[in-house]
């Protein structure tokens, strides 16, 4: 059993309430009661539904908060809280790209820090979905550009008065629902198209940064 391999209260906590989560979310789009669903998992890939090749699902979690996607298709979410303490040029030149960088210039501390962390979580989502684990090379790669509905396929949601941001990757995200627990509400979504450009050289991660890299 997976759950036996955490030591950590915090981090089997997070395990438990992540697989409730799930459960709840396949309750909802499928019908049936908690119990009715069976999840497995091989190591270091998100929870499967036994039974149910048809169904994806993705789990996310950044400090006391905890995000799930459940999906006809591949599907990655990530959840992020905002941390004023993360040095927002450092990290970017070792997760963004070029353009990404531009359009960080220049911005004040918090529009700064909001954009940073809606490209984050969109590419660490876009892992999540093909089942990837963190490779800063890929995520300097992966170019997020606005989108409509239409051509999008992800979406990220802000919520300031929580310092958090959720992102989501799929190719249904025109019709997906974002549920927050009452009263929260997202301020803001945004619709995204990502890119996977060229290979180019990546930079080493200095030490005194790589603490301070969200983790979700």
């Keep these: 059993m997976r759950l036996a391999q955490f030591t950590a209260p915090r981090r089997r906590e997070q395990f438990v309430l992540g697989r409730w989560l799930a459960r709840r979310a396949l309750c909802e789009h499928f019908g049936g009661d908690i119990v009715d669903w069976d999840l497995t998992a091989a190591a270091g890939r998100p929870p499967t539904a036994a039974g ?22 591949p599907v990655g979410v990530d959840v992020e809280v905002i941390k004023a303490s993360r040095d927002v040029d450092a990290l970017a030149e070792i997760v963004c790209g070029d353009d990404e960088r ?65 992102a989501l990757v ?11 627990p009452h009263p929260l509400a997202a301020r803001a979504s945004l619709d995204w198209r990502l890119t996977l450009l060229e290979a180019s050289p990546s930079p080493t991660l200095p030490r005194e940064h790589s603490s301070r890299l969200p983790a979700g």
């Excluded at 962390?117 to 606005?146: G, N, S």
């Excluded at 799929?170 to 927050?180: C, E, H, K, Q």
């Design 52 to 73: 149910r090749p048809d169904i994806h699902l993705s789990l996310s979690h950044s400090g006391e908060w905890l995000a799930c996607a459940v999906a006809a298709e």
């Design 102 to 166: 531009r359009r960080l210039a220049g911005l004040y501390a918090d529009a700064a820090q909001h954009l940073f962390h809606c490209f984050w979580t969109l590419k660490e989502a876009w892992l999540k979905q093909r089942h990837v684990a963190l490779d800063f090379q890929l995520m300097r790669r992966v170019q997020p550009q606005a989108a409509d509905g239409g051509d999008a396929d992800a979406r990220t949601w802000l919520l300031p008065e929580h310092a958090l941001v959720v």
């Design 170 to 180: 799929s190719g249904a995200v025109a019709g997906s629902r974002f549920n927050l």
